[in-house]
Every structure is written in C-alpha cells, then in structure tokens.
C-alpha cells in the first residue's frame, strides 16, 4: 500500500509539473503574435539637419568650392585683362597673333570650370551616399535596442506647396507630390529621430571625419 502511495504521488507530480510546462508554453506561444509588428517613423528632413556627419562634409566641400572660385575668379580677371589689351590695338598681325592664346585660354578656362563643378557634384553624392549607409547602419541597430521590427521614413505633411514659376500645371504639382506621399499618419509616440541622431553623431564622433572631401 505504501508503495503504491508513493507511486501515485510521482505521477501526480510529474503530471502537475508536465502540465504546468505545457501551460507555460502555451503562454509563450500566445504572447508573440498578440504583440504584432511593431513599427517607428523617422523625420529625413529633421535628421538630416542636425547630422554632424553632414555638417563636417560641407565645410570640407564648402572649402574646396571657395578654392576653386577663387582660382578660377585669379584667372578670369587675367584673361579680362589680356583681352581688353587686345581690343585696344589695331587690326594687325601682331593682334590677331595675341588674340589666339587667349582664346585658347578662355576654351581652356571654361573646360576647367566644369571640371571642378564635376568634381564638387561628386564629393556631394559621396557626401550623401555615406550618410545613407550610415543611417541604414545606425536605424537597425535602434530598431533592434527598441523591439521594432520596422523604422520608415515619415514623408508625410499638412500642405502641398506649388510654385508658379515651375513650368508644370499647380495640378500636376500637387498630383506628383501626392503620388509620392507613403506615409498618411506617424504617431509621435513611437518617433524615433532624435534618438537615431544621437546614436549617428555619437557614432561619427567616435569614428573618422568626412573622408569623401578632399
């Protein structure tokens, strides 16, 4: 009898414990599809202004742009001056001999003007590419610290501005807006923009300056 006492209470026990296991786990199982997908909103515009990494890319650029205007402003004034030396002399050989250099020069100063606004052009999509992969970097790394499993861009607001000097209808202006509007509604609540740019800033300000510029 004793024996069969014992027995009893290790199956009650070890049923009890099993169904105890089984309801935990069932919990488990519930909880996860009860909380859904959980999803923030980040302001571009917002972000993008107070970048530091940006910052330091435009007073590089801006840097290398002043260089080249003032190079390029040196030699126009020289060319100015070399060509109102000419118009004053007399149609001669000795003229037109002096007039073709510097022709030439002005050909050659035009090509590099655009030489150089190339290369602004592309230190601005060097500048913009990094600041891409830095924000997809910095935004997952958020998303997972705050249980999100989505961070969009809210590209949302109250007004579609048109302009009249724009060659396009005020209709088609405020129609291509509208066709580019993902975002109706982002509840502030979960806004995650300021904290994506302490997490970018605190990133580049452990890191390397603005490498693209130079």
Excluded: C
Aim: hydrophobic share 40%; net charge neutral.
């Amino acid at each position: 009898m004793l024996h069969s006492a014992r027995t009893i209470l290790l199956v009650v026990t070890a049923g009890t414990a099993a169904l105890l296991a089984t309801s935990a786990f069932g919990t488990a199982r519930l909880a996860d599809p009860n909380q859904g997908t959980r999803t923030a909103s980040v302001s571009l515009a917002r972000l993008i202004d107070k970048l530091q990494e940006r910052q330091e890319f435009e007073m590089q650029i801006g840097a290398m742009r002043n260089q080249f205007m003032e190079e390029a402003n040196a030699r126009k004034k020289k060319l100015e001056a070399g060509l109102k030396e000419v118009e004053a002399m007399p149609d001669t050989p000795e003229r037109q001999a002096k007039l073709e250099p510097l022709i030439v020069e002005q050909l050659e100063l035009e090509q590099w003007a655009n030489s150089r606004m190339t290369d602004v052009d592309r230190e601005r999509s060097l500048m913009w590419r990094s600041i891409y992969r830095n924000l997809r970097s910095e935004a997952g790394k958020l998303a997972e610290a705050e249980g999100y499993d989505y961070i969009i861009i809210d590209d949302g607001s109250d007004d579609l501005p048109t302009n009249r000097e724009i060659k396009m209808s005020l209709e088609q202006q405020v129609l291509e807006q509208l066709q580019r509007r993902r975002v109706l509604f982002a509840s502030p609540a979960h806004d995650l923009t300021d904290k994506l740019i302490v997490r970018m800033n605190n990133a580049r300000a452990a890191g390397t300056p603005a490498a693209g510029a130079k």
